[in-house]
């Protein structure tokens, strides 16, 4: 089994798909590698391709106030990319590069063991959850796999071009408080 390190250095190094190309950093999560918390969206933005860090910018601040208002901080939870390079122009990642990225987002989270994965945003809760996932109508609901709870709320960069989300987004942040509870009294 792979530490860590060494899975953060493949991702480092990656070829697998044409984003090797275009991208300035690769983006690995970061976080409380203890976290019973896993946050995942669907790849990192520009100012993420930047800096290297997953939720940098406009949704990172939005991202961190939420956490905020429900009592945590980056330093409680674990947060990462279904794909781990910047799609050019911001598109959405392309099933045959979240296909060949998905070996790191799998392993990533065999070594962190969540009981808790959230996902942030349609694309990936299609690829996390189900194929077919309605995140304007199952955002805020969980269900069990394997026995860890699975939900998805809006990406934060879909509350900044509609604010009407925001109130939905911080009922699910609440939804997530609770659960992380009960699940941490079990």
């Given at each position: 089994?792979?530490?860590?390190?060494?899975?953060?250095?493949?991702?480092?190094?990656?070829?697998?798909?044409?984003?090797?190309?275009?991208r300035?950093?690769?983006?690995?999560?970061?976080?409380?590698?203890?976290?019973?918390?896993?946050?995942?969206?669907?790849a990192?933005?520009?100012?993420?391709?930047?800096?290297?860090?997953?939720?940098?910018?406009?949704?990172?601040?939005?991202?961190?106030?939420?956490?905020?208002?429900?009592?945590?901080?980056?330093?409680?939870?674990?947060?990462t990319?279904?794909?781990?390079?910047h799609?050019?122009g911001?598109?959405?990642?392309?099933?045959?590069?979240?296909?060949?990225?998905?070996?790191?987002?799998?392993?990533?989270?065999?070594?962190?063991?969540?009981?808790?994965?959230?996902?942030?945003?349609?694309?990936?809760?299609?690829?996390i959850i189900?194929?077919?996932?309605r995140?304007?109508r199952?955002?805020?609901?969980?269900?069990?796999?394997?026995n860890?709870?699975?939900t998805?709320?809006?990406?934060p960069?879909?509350?900044?071009?509609?604010?009407?989300?925001?109130?939905?987004?911080?009922?699910?942040?609440?939804?997530i408080?609770?659960k992380l509870?009960?699940?941490q009294?079990?």
């Amino acid at each position: 089994m792979y530490t860590y390190e060494e899975l953060k250095n493949f991702v480092d190094h990656c070829t697998r798909c044409e984003l090797c190309r275009t991208r300035n950093h690769p983006v690995m999560g970061k976080g409380n590698l203890n976290s019973p918390v896993l946050f995942i969206a669907e790849a990192p933005g520009r100012n993420e391709d930047r800096d290297g860090i997953p939720f940098t910018g406009k949704s990172g601040e939005l991202f961190d106030r939420l956490l905020e208002n429900i009592g945590m901080d980056r330093e409680a939870i674990y947060l990462t990319n279904v794909v781990k390079c910047h799609p050019p122009g911001n598109r959405d990642p392309k099933p045959e590069e979240q296909e060949l990225c998905i070996p790191y987002l799998k392993y990533e989270t065999l070594l962190l063991r969540p009981k808790m994965i959230v996902c942030l945003g349609r694309i990936a809760a299609q690829r996390i959850i189900r194929p077919d996932y309605r995140i304007t109508r199952e955002h805020g609901t969980f269900l069990e796999r394997k026995n860890v709870w699975m939900t998805a709320v809006y990406h934060p960069s879909a509350v900044l071009r509609d604010e009407t989300k925001l109130p939905q987004i911080q009922e699910d942040f609440w939804k997530i408080k609770k659960k992380l509870e009960e699940i941490q009294r079990e």
